[in-house]
């Protein structure tokens, strides 16, 4: 249901931005403006007694915003510049193709909420449907006490929930800044003797992961006795800018019923790919955004998506995220495209470092066209209990650990093809042990390059390699490869290790680098694979002749 995009232009995220400063309100559909009204905030010249209905009359307070219940089409303008601490929650709902929208009226910076960590959401959804949020700067940090990470509460900058135990659809967040969100660390699982202030291990699930910047998540009326689930349907996540987030950045993740006194759902979580229990959240983009925690120690993942079905997460940039910067876990569909993931180390005594990770059940999970470079981890496969993967057509170059982590349970199988790994800081290039070698993984059509001799590549019985290309210093060739090409693949060039800004995003071309040359024994010497998505990683179509080996396709 979704199409795959070509990169990017340069100026996506230039343009992006501009329009986020145009003082002109973006305009709703027809239908929407006609049948709603639009109501004026201004936190200098407003007066909560006004009608609120224009600029001249327009109320000053969120409290007064909060007091009101919108219908669709209606329009909350806050005045360019204002300035506002507390919480923004407005109430009622929009209707399909006319949602309610906040935005921004006037000429100046974005309007600025801060929740100044005196609140849980700076800005928040509950039960409510069919909302557009725009042009926003969003703010939600506690003050920094002596101790550090003492600050860390269950905060957030954008919260859309519900509870209410029926289907809720219709959000877009787009044009937004969500920035310094002290938000607490609570890990899944791992060993309570490394908590600190802030962290915190072994919460299980509903009490993990759940706080940052822009959070979707779902819960119960009463834990003790759940009815019907809150599905949320139809996000959108774009164009906009989050920084400095904690836990993560952006949040999708449903309930699943494991705290204490809680009755298991499983709504959020699956035993198996057909797990009748499970109800994820549905049709999920998340597309156009820079997301970077470079000022925190507690920002640990980039995009964090759980408990959905049908997800696209393309054209982002992620910039030194901690554990993770794109993670799916179970989830079912999520395809993860053109993106560029770099820096991410660990964070917060958490043990991963990866740019992209397809985690515990995970089913249709494709992984293609992304630039990971200088993660601890390249692409993390870790598809514990079951889960299958598609990983193609991506560069994975200068990270400090394993370009690709092969870490899944028996039941999960992966296909490796059509990427080009470039190992110039490690010691490895494929790597995995114990029982994460009885999963199965097809390997082939990769150019496999390290600068740096004796790089190491696992094998086991169920690791098949097959037509890779292995160049550079001398590597452990596979003795299955029948099919392997030992060579220089002659590329072009070197990568270029700068990450996108906010202004370009994704710097994809930076990988261009190492294309190969006209004449590289990478030419012609691929094996064909059906279902490959019909494109290499510059957009090139796929074949050209007969297929090349690596990431580009040069016929």
């Given at each position: 249901m979704f199409r795959v995009l070509r990169h990017?232009?340069?100026?996506?995220?230039?343009?992006?931005?501009?329009?986020?400063?145009?003082?002109?309100?973006?305009?709703?559909?027809?239908?929407?403006?006609?049948?709603?009204?639009?109501?004026?905030?201004?936190?200098?010249?407003?007066?909560?007694?006004?009608?609120?209905?224009?600029?001249?009359?327009?109320?000053?307070?969120?409290?007064?915003?909060?007091?009101?219940?919108?219908?669709?089409?209606?329009?909350?303008?806050?005045?360019?510049?204002?300035?506002?601490?507390?919480?923004?929650?407005p109430k009622g709902s929009g209707a399909s193709g006319a949602p309610v929208t906040v935005d921004r009226y006037g000429d100046g910076a974005n309007p600025r909420i801060d929740?100044?960590?005196?609140?849980?959401?700076?800005?928040?959804?509950?039960?409510?449907e069919f909302w557009t949020i725009r042009h926003l700067e969003v703010t939600n940090q506690a003050p920094a006490t002596s101790t550090p990470g003492a600050n860390l509460k269950d905060l957030r900058g954008i919260h859309v929930t519900g509870s209410a135990g029926r289907p809720l659809h219709g959000f877009v967040v787009d044009g937004v800044n969500v920035h310094d969100v002290t938000g607490e660390v609570n890990w899944i699982s791992g060993d309570t003797a490394d908590n600190a202030p802030g962290i915190h291990f072994k919460m299980g699930w509903d009490r993990s992961k759940k706080t940052g910047g822009i959070v979707f998540d779902a819960a119960v009326a009463n834990p003790g006795a759940p009815a019907a689930p809150t599905v949320l349907d139809d996000?959108?996540?774009?164009?906009?800018?989050?920084?400095?987030?904690?836990?993560?950045?952006?949040?999708?993740?449903?309930?699943?019923?494991?705290a204490p006194g809680a009755v298991a759902t499983g709504w959020g979580s699956r035993t198996s790919a057909g797990d009748t229990r499970f109800t994820p959240h549905t049709n999920v983009v998340i597309r156009g955004n820079h997301l970077s925690q470079p000022g925190t120690a507690y920002g640990c993942?980039?995009?964090?998506?759980?408990?959905?079905?049908?997800?696209?997460?393309?054209?982002?940039?992620?910039?030194?995220?901690?554990?993770?910067?794109?993670?799916?876990?179970?989830?079912?569909?999520?395809?993860?495209?053109?993106?560029?993931?770099?820096?991410?180390?660990?964070?917060?005594?958490?043990?991963?470092?990866?740019?992209?990770?397809?985690?515990?059940?995970?089913?249709?999970?494709?992984?293609?066209?992304?630039?990971?470079?200088?993660?601890?981890?390249?692409i993390l496969l870790c598809q514990f209990v079951f889960g299958?993967?598609?990983?193609?057509?991506?560069?994975?170059?200068?990270?400090?650990?394993?370009?690709?982590?092969?870490?899944?349970?028996?039941?999960?199988?992966?296909?490796?093809?059509?990427?080009?790994?470039?190992?110039?800081?490690?010691?490895?290039?494929?790597?995995?042990?114990?029982?994460?070698?009885?999963?199965?993984?097809?390997?082939?059509?990769?150019?496999?390059?390290?600068?740096?001799?004796?790089a190491s590549l696992t094998t086991s019985s169920t690791i098949r390699y097959d037509s890779n290309l292995y160049g550079g210093a001398t590597l452990p060739v596979p003795a299955g490869d029948a099919h392997a090409v030992r060579a220089d693949p002659q590329f072009t060039g070197a990568p270029d290790y700068t990450a996108g800004t906010p202004q370009s995003g994704p710097r994809l071309t930076?990988?261009?680098?190492?294309?190969?040359?006209?004449?590289?024994?990478?030419?012609?010497?691929?094996?064909?694979?059906?279902?490959?998505?019909?494109?290499?990683?510059?957009?090139?179509?796929?074949?050209?002749?007969?297929?090349?080996?690596?990431?580009?396709?040069?016929?």
């Open positions: 990017p232009a340069p100026g996506l995220f230039a343009v992006a931005l501009l329009a986020a400063s145009v003082p002109a309100v973006l305009a709703a559909p027809a239908g929407a403006q006609a049948a709603g009204v639009s109501y004026y905030v201004d936190a200098a010249q407003g007066n909560d007694s006004a009608a609120g209905t224009d600029s001249a009359h327009a109320w000053r307070s969120l409290a007064r915003v909060g007091q009101t219940t919108f219908r669709p089409g209606d329009r909350i303008l806050l005045r360019a510049g204002g300035r506002w601490t507390g919480q923004l929650w929740g100044a960590g005196a609140v849980g959401d700076t800005v928040r959804l509950a039960d409510q996000i959108t996540v774009q164009n906009s800018v989050i920084a400095n987030t904690s836990f993560a950045g952006i949040v999708v993740k449903q309930y699943s019923g494991d993942n980039g995009v964090y998506l759980t408990g959905v079905r049908h997800a696209v997460v393309e054209q982002n940039v992620v910039d030194r995220a901690g554990t993770s910067g794109i993670e799916a876990y179970f989830a079912d569909d999520v395809t993860i495209q053109s993106n560029e993931v770099a820096g991410t180390t660990p964070k917060a005594h958490g043990a991963d470092s990866n740019g992209i990770d397809a985690d515990k059940g995970t089913t249709k999970v494709v992984v293609q066209y992304n630039w990971s470079h200088g993660n601890g981890d390249g299958d993967v598609v990983l193609r057509y991506n560069v994975i170059a200068g990270n400090t650990r394993y370009p690709v982590y092969l870490h899944s349970d028996k039941a999960s199988k992966a296909k490796v093809y059509g990427n080009t790994l470039y190992n110039d800081r490690g010691k490895y290039l494929v790597y995995g042990y114990g029982t994460s070698l009885t999963s199965t993984y097809d390997i082939s059509d990769n150019i496999l390059y390290s600068k740096v001799a004796g930076a990988a261009y680098g190492l294309r190969v040359r006209s004449g590289s024994p990478a030419i012609d010497r691929g094996v064909a694979i059906s279902g490959n998505g019909g494109r290499d990683y510059a957009g090139a179509p796929l074949y050209t002749g007969k297929p090349d080996i690596g990431a580009f396709e040069v016929g």
